[in-house]
């Protein structure tokens, strides 16, 4: 565990210990109890603990890897609604001047509304829209137009169930797809349960005119270092899933005319893994091509925008997952979801929100998508030129 971790570990206790005791004492005015002595030991333990759930189910995989991040990350859920119902009925009171008071009907509708809460940020995370985005690349191609399908952050884990992926897949076929992307994030820390429920048989069952590309995201690396788990074992697991791999790799599509780049993932570096610099990535490509990046995480847009790159695909953002983490995404990135033009040197970026979700099984002001770009090209090269007179 890097001192990266570390900091990060502890940020998100203080936040969750901090949203806990603000929990706990706003429960004892609205639910209208209070406790002494061993009681209300009891209760601050069950309440702290409940609120650093998020922490305690990643340090629970050790023990089981279903039941408990299950239970673990459900309770992180109810936490959430709960301190947005519960800021919305505390600025109420006070809008009211302390009008509204705790009672029965209060304590009602309270209850209701975080399960209501819930409900709706459960189905925002497991329905997933279909988002279309349009792009125009200035440069020709062998064909007029493409289709790509863009998946990310499917966040496989024992968890996910097969009927969620076969929906996935189904949906898939029935966009008429030329590429099928995957930008990372595939697995959430483990290739077993890829493997052992049989995922990567109902990923051979995608559909498209040239093919699925993946490339790694952050999570795929987590624990790379234990058996069978290694880097090579998910290549070889997802090329079984029939898939191409990219990592670091210019792929020249002479039947369409363009060029993929799929890149390793931002994080390799701290798993003894050297990424490739874009700009020695872009000797072995044609700018004078339609080239797409892959690009897990939507770091430095100026940097593909200056060499020349048309369209770069990411995910990694989740589009903050749940509000207010999206404003603080929209200070670190320039794109942190959706679409943006840099129009003066003809570049595109796409950010997806994801197919899945991390931790806590909902979103709130965010939903899973599957995203649909449709590319144009500035006009179609001829097959071939005849010089003959």
């Given at each position: ?25 706003r ?12 009681y209300?030991?009891v209760?601050?333990?069950v ?27 459900t ?10 119902v ?13 009008r509204?008071?705790p009672?029965l009907t ?6 209701l509304?975080?399960c209501?809460l819930?409900y709706?940020?459960?189905e ?32 496989i ?6 009927d969620?992926i ?19 994030d ?7 349960p ?22 790694f ?6 624990n ?5 788990n290694h ?6 697991a997802f ?20 060029t ?11 798993y ?5 610099s ?21 770091h430095n ?10 369209l770069?695909i990411?995910g990694?953002?989740?589009a ?9 995404e929209?200070l ?7 679409i ?5 040197q ?6 997806s929100s ?8 909902i ?6 998508e599957?995203?649909?770009i ?16």
């Open positions: 565990m890097t001192i990266a971790d570390l900091i990060a570990i502890s940020i998100a206790i203080i936040i969750s210990c901090s949203m806990a005791v603000y929990l706990g004492k429960w004892q005015f609205w639910f209208n109890f209070s406790l002494t002595g061993y209300q030991i209760y601050w333990t309440v702290i603990m409940t609120g650093v759930s998020i922490v305690l189910s990643r340090l629970s995989e050790s023990i089981s890897t279903y039941w408990l991040p299950l239970i673990l990350n309770v992180c859920a109810i936490m959430i609604c709960s301190l947005f519960t800021l919305i009925f505390d600025i109420g009171r006070w809008i009211s001047k302390k509204l008071k009672q209060t304590k009602v509708v309270y209850i509304g975080i209501s819930f709706y940020g459960h925002m995370a497991m329905e997933p829209s279909i988002v279309n985005y349009q792009v125009k690349i200035d440069k020709s191609a062998k064909v007029n137009k493409l289709r790509i399908v863009q998946l990310s952050d499917i966040h884990n024992d968890m996910t169930s097969s969620r076969q929906h996935m897949v189904d949906e898939v076929n029935q966009l008429d797809a030329d590429f099928i992307v995957i930008t990372g595939t697995l959430d820390r483990r290739l077993q890829f493997t052992e429920k049989g995922f990567d048989k109902q990923f051979q069952q995608f559909k498209s005119k040239y093919g699925t590309y993946i490339i995201g952050n999570h795929e690396y987590l790379i270092k234990e058996e069978n880097e090579q074992d998910i290549i070889n090329k079984h899933a029939n898939m191409k791999v990219l990592k670091d790799d210019v792929v020249h599509l002479d039947n369409v005319g363009i993929f780049i799929g890149r390793d993932d931002f994080s390799s570096s701290r003894d893994i050297k990424r490739a874009l700009p020695d990535l872009m000797m072995f490509s044609n700018t004078n091509k339609p080239i797409i990046l892959l690009d897990h995480q939507p847009l100026d940097e593909p925008a200056n060499l020349g790159v048309d770069m990411s990694h953002t989740h903050g997952q749940v509000f207010p983490i999206n404003l603080i929209k670190i990135y320039k794109n942190n979801y959706g943006y033009k840099n129009t003066k003809h570049f595109t970026s796409i950010v994801g197919f899945g979700f991390w931790g806590p099984p979103r709130l002001m965010t939903r899973s599957i995203v649909v449709d590319v144009t090209f500035d006009k179609e090269l001829p097959e071939f030129i005849n010089f003959s007179s």
